[in-house]
């Protein structure tokens, strides 16, 4: 057997990356419900116009939208899980990158190769994308130059995004460094950034499972739990 | 199949023996340097030891970020409150001139003070963010005594590592560490924008607590204790707020 598919740094990394991910969308989703209203700005209350509101019944009835206050009230736990979940992301993000820089996993899978850097190559893999035409024979072994900038993006944009803005609510370490929540424009304003970065995380996990139910759920599955590849004539 | 060689099992061995021994040696220094909260046990314990250890590690000094006079929020929101008790309608009846805080525990002299009492300390205001857990925040002008002026009074003993803060709604009851309560912002709270502290906001005498969320700032306060350890104190998990199913530290 050659190589594996997945080192298994990358394959630890992504499942506790997958655990404490859910765990913090669901426990996030379940904060919002208190207080589905979204502001701009340093300071935002039911007595302020918010920027939008969502249309859901809430767990609290200081808010009245007209659908109802009876979801139940989980934000104890929910606070609680989701603060432990970001500790699990934020250090399993830091073996991730101090290793990831030393092995040359960035380098070597994520940093789209010398002759794949020009927009041209986009489009055309973009077009293969588009015309469903089968993927190219060495992508069996390495990521093509668009998952490479989608994971790159994920793990070098939002996931720090998500992370500043979420350091950004907490008043204790605000005390501390002022700027960060001033650059992203007040406290409502960094609350809000946060549930729209929580959304492009969603949508690339969206996408993401949806590429590997087409080529192939369970073998890319396997992939990411055994480190090795599936066999060629698998693939659809 | 990948084998398991002998060199890969001793390395993993050793790894795993150098994460237990860190672990290990992580703990006894948390412990001795105060940074495990006293909700720190449980499944949510290593996420809220971490959280509190790091902003005590980041946080012991820094001030709460203050705002221009113009960011006083015109409509702040004072959200709900129990109805009040016939003890504080009492009280109210009187305009709160039989109001007594006592300061009692880890002090070398208790006291009993009047708002009166209270008002002859130095008067210092600030204008801070109330930020409420649910997401919704708003700023206003606070104006009141330093906490650590009171406790100093009291002759706060060296032992001291947390005070304990009781509302008149019984269920009510908070602790912060020394951190907190001898930081500059931590007031007894008497005034609000120019004016009196309105019962809706937590008149007469609300503990600010402007580095942690608003239900650490317990409106109403009767009581002040000092100690050395929660244990005694209901389920010993530090406040009302955990025995609720909410974090003792409130500092995000």
């Given at each position: 057997?050659?190589?594996?598919?997945h080192?298994?740094?990358v394959?630890?990394?992504?499942?506790l990356?997958?655990?404490?991910?859910?765990?913090?969308?669901?426990?996030g989703?379940?904060?919002?419900?208190?207080?589905?209203?979204f502001?701009?700005?340093?300071?935002?209350?039911?007595?302020?116009?918010?920027?939008?509101?969502?249309?859901?019944?809430?767990?609290r009835?200081?808010?009245?939208?007209?659908?109802?206050?009876?979801?139940?009230?989980?934000?104890?736990?929910?606070?609680y899980?989701?603060?432990?979940?970001?500790?699990?992301?934020?250090l399993?993000g830091?073996?991730?990158?101090?290793?990831?820089?030393?092995?040359?996993?960035?380098?070597?899978?994520l940093?789209?190769a010398?002759?794949?850097?020009?927009?041209?190559?986009?489009?055309?893999?973009?077009?293969?994308?588009?015309?469903?035409?089968?993927p190219?024979?060495?992508?069996?072994?390495?990521y093509?130059?668009l998952?490479?900038?989608?994971?790159?993006?994920?793990?070098?944009?939002?996931?720090?995004l998500?992370i500043?803005?979420?350091?950004?609510?907490?008043?204790?370490?605000?005390?501390?460094?002022?700027?960060?929540?001033?650059?992203?424009?007040?406290?409502?304003?960094?609350?809000?950034?946060?549930?729209f970065?929580?959304?492009?995380?969603v949508?690339?996990?969206?996408v993401?499972?949806?590429?590997?139910?087409?080529?192939?759920?369970?073998?890319?599955?396997?992939?990411?739990?055994?480190?090795?590849?599936?066999?060629?004539?698998?693939?659809? | 199949?990948?084998?398991?060689?002998?060199?890969?099992?001793?390395?993993t061995?050793?790894?795993?023996?150098?994460?237990?021994?860190?672990?290990?040696?992580?703990?006894?220094i948390?412990?001795?340097y105060?940074?495990?909260?006293?909700?720190?046990?449980?499944?949510?314990?290593?996420?809220?030891?971490?959280?509190?250890?790091?902003?005590?590690?980041?946080?012991?000094?820094?001030?709460a970020?203050?705002?221009?006079?113009s960011?006083i929020?015109?409509?702040?929101?004072?959200?709900?409150?129990?109805?009040?008790?016939?003890?504080?309608?009492r009280?109210?009846?009187?305009?709160?001139?039989?109001w007594?805080?006592?300061?009692?525990?880890?002090?070398?002299?208790?006291?009993?003070?009047?708002?009166?009492?209270?008002?002859?300390?130095?008067t210092?205001?600030?204008?801070?963010?109330?930020?409420?857990?649910?997401g919704?925040?708003?700023v206003?002008?606070?104006?009141?005594?330093?906490?650590?002026?009171?406790?100093?009074?009291?002759?706060?003993?060296?032992?001291?590592?947390?005070?304990?803060?009781?509302?008149?709604?019984?269920?009510?009851?908070?602790?912060?560490?020394?951190?907190?309560?001898?930081?500059?912002q931590?007031?007894?709270?008497?005034?609000?924008?120019d004016?009196?502290?309105?019962?809706?906001?937590?008149?007469p005498?609300r503990?600010?607590?402007?580095?942690?969320?608003?239900?650490k700032?317990?409106k109403?306060?009767?009581?002040?204790?000092?100690?050395?350890?929660?244990k005694?104190?209901?389920?010993?998990?530090?406040?009302?707020?955990?025995?609720a199913?909410?974090?003792?530290?409130?500092?995000?």
């Open positions: 057997m050659n190589a594996p598919r080192s298994a740094l394959r630890v990394t992504h499942w990356t997958v655990i404490a991910f859910l765990a913090l969308l669901v426990t989703l379940e904060l919002v419900i208190s207080h589905p209203r502001y701009w700005g340093e300071t935002g209350n039911v007595n302020m116009h918010p920027l939008f509101s969502l249309p859901l019944p809430t767990s009835d200081t808010i009245n939208n007209g659908y109802g206050s009876n979801m139940p009230d989980q934000n104890g736990w929910s606070r899980l989701h603060f432990e979940a970001a500790w699990a992301v934020v399993t830091l073996v991730y990158c101090i290793a990831g820089l030393f092995t040359g996993h960035f380098r070597r899978d940093v789209p010398p002759g794949q850097r020009s927009p041209r190559a986009y489009f055309q893999r973009l077009a293969q994308y588009l015309h469903r035409s089968p190219d024979t060495g992508e069996a072994t390495s093509n130059v998952q490479r900038a989608a994971y790159l993006g994920v793990i070098f944009v939002l996931f720090p998500i500043w803005t979420g350091l950004a609510l907490s008043p204790s370490f605000n005390s501390a460094f002022p700027v960060g929540v001033d650059l992203l424009g007040g406290r409502q304003s960094a609350r809000t950034l946060h549930f970065i929580t959304w492009a995380l949508l690339f996990f969206v993401h499972i949806a590429m590997i139910a087409l080529s192939g759920f369970w073998s890319r599955t396997r992939a990411m739990i055994t480190g090795r590849a599936p066999a060629q004539q698998e693939r659809r | 199949m990948t084998k398991f060689s002998r060199r890969k099992l001793i390395t061995g050793l790894v795993a023996a150098a994460g237990v021994a860190g672990l290990t040696a992580a703990d006894r948390a412990r001795r105060g940074l495990i909260p006293p909700d720190g046990g449980g499944i949510f314990g290593p996420g809220e030891t971490l959280t509190y250890a790091a902003q005590r590690l980041l946080t012991r000094h820094s001030l970020r203050e705002f221009p006079r960011m929020s015109k409509a702040p929101f004072r959200n709900e409150t129990a109805p009040p008790s016939d003890a504080f309608k009280l109210e009846a009187g305009g709160f001139a039989d007594r805080l006592t300061v009692d525990g880890m002090v070398a002299h208790p006291l009993t003070l009047s708002l009166s009492d209270l008002r002859a300390l130095p210092h205001s600030q204008i801070t963010e109330v930020v409420c857990e649910e919704w925040s708003y206003a002008e606070w104006i009141g005594t330093p906490l650590s002026g009171v406790l100093e009074e009291a002759g706060i003993l060296p032992q001291a590592r947390y005070i304990v803060y009781r509302s008149i709604e019984p269920d009510w009851w908070e602790s912060i560490d020394m951190a907190d309560a001898l930081h500059p931590t007031f007894l709270t008497m005034g609000m924008n004016g009196e502290l309105p019962v809706g906001f937590g008149g005498l503990l600010r607590v402007p580095r942690q969320l608003g239900y700032s317990v109403y306060i009767l009581r002040l204790t000092a100690t050395g350890s929660m005694h104190f209901g389920k010993g998990l530090g406040s009302a707020s955990p025995e199913g909410y974090a003792w530290f409130a500092g995000i």
